[in-house]
């Protein structure tokens, strides 16, 4: 299978790149290199990939319609998993335009090529964010009244729109798969869990906001499971929910934390912040039932796997930086 994965240097796409090459695909990759974080942690987020014979690196923009032409024109893809996107709910609030122009218009100049090129499968990465603070809990697909109250999050719902769209005008077979707050190696600087574990190594104050939040949180491995049997099942058009199908509070995640650090956290409270959803929480139901998804690291062993890996890091980089 030749496989296009947009994005696909980051967090989620590089992880998605090695387990499809250990499957036995062909694997392309487009990233633009956005300076939402360094050059160098996607460099090595796709180090093993490089050396891999199967894996193919293009750098380019989802919103340029002339780089994705040459791109499909040369590479007879039989699906794309598109994870290209400006993530952050808080960035989203300082540049709400920046963010439906990369998100809404970059995914639907993606879905243009596609058509042009008649390549009609597409699994494409949603956010837990669209449910906004709905009251029905655990969250399901068909639940009525989507609340995304993010410009962040509206660009995922509008997306979606997008995608249902491009199927009943063109027959593009799309599923798409709404992520709960993705964890583990390779995540994102600017991402909560990686920001608490570096600030209790450190003994840095830790900031959260708000009381009585929870997150479905859901180990990268298991989003990887989810995207890969989704990508064996397209038909026609779906969604689903990829998820841990359990929750926990923050201060149980804090708790977590500073055992698996043996460290305690110092804490500063501050009141909520917008666009900041209080619950999350994944029905499963769908999922588990169409696509055999069934998530399998609980949040404890992630958590040591995340801190296993920011140590092995910090050893590299002070190992460089001593050399």
Known sequence: MNVLITGGAGFIGSHVADHL????????????????????????????????????????????????????????????????????????????????????NGTRTLLNVMHQFGVRKLIFGSSSSVYGDHPA???????????????????????????????????????????????????????AIYQFLEAIRQQHPLTIYGKGTSRDYTYVADIVQGISKAMFRIDGFAIYNIGSGSYVSLRQLITLMESVSNQKALIIQKPDRPGDVAHTWADLTLSKQNLTYQPTTSLSDGLQQMVDWLASRNAQATLSYSS
């Open 21 to 104: 090459l250990a499957m036995g695909c062909r694997v392309h990759v487009l990233d633009n290199f956005h300076s939402n974080y360094s050059r160098e942690q996607k460099l090595l987020n796709i180090r093993s990939g490089m050396s891999h014979p199967a894996y193919y690196l293009h750098e380019g923009d989802i919103r340029d319609a002339t780089r994705l032409t040459d791109l499909f024109r040369q590479n007879p893809f039989d699906v794309v998993v598109h994870l290209a996107a400006l993530p952050g709910v808080q960035a989203s609030l300082q540049r709400p335009d920046v963010y439906t122009d990369v998100n809404i």
């Open 137 to 191: 809990m655990p969250l399901q697909e068909d639940c009525q009244h989507l609340f995304p109250i993010s410009p962040y999050a509206l660009t995922k719902y509008k997306g979606e729109q997008l995608c249902r769209q491009y199927h009943e005008q063109y027959g593009m077979e799309i599923t798409c798969l709404r992520f709960f707050t993705v964890y583990g190696p390779r995540q994102r600087p600017d991402m």
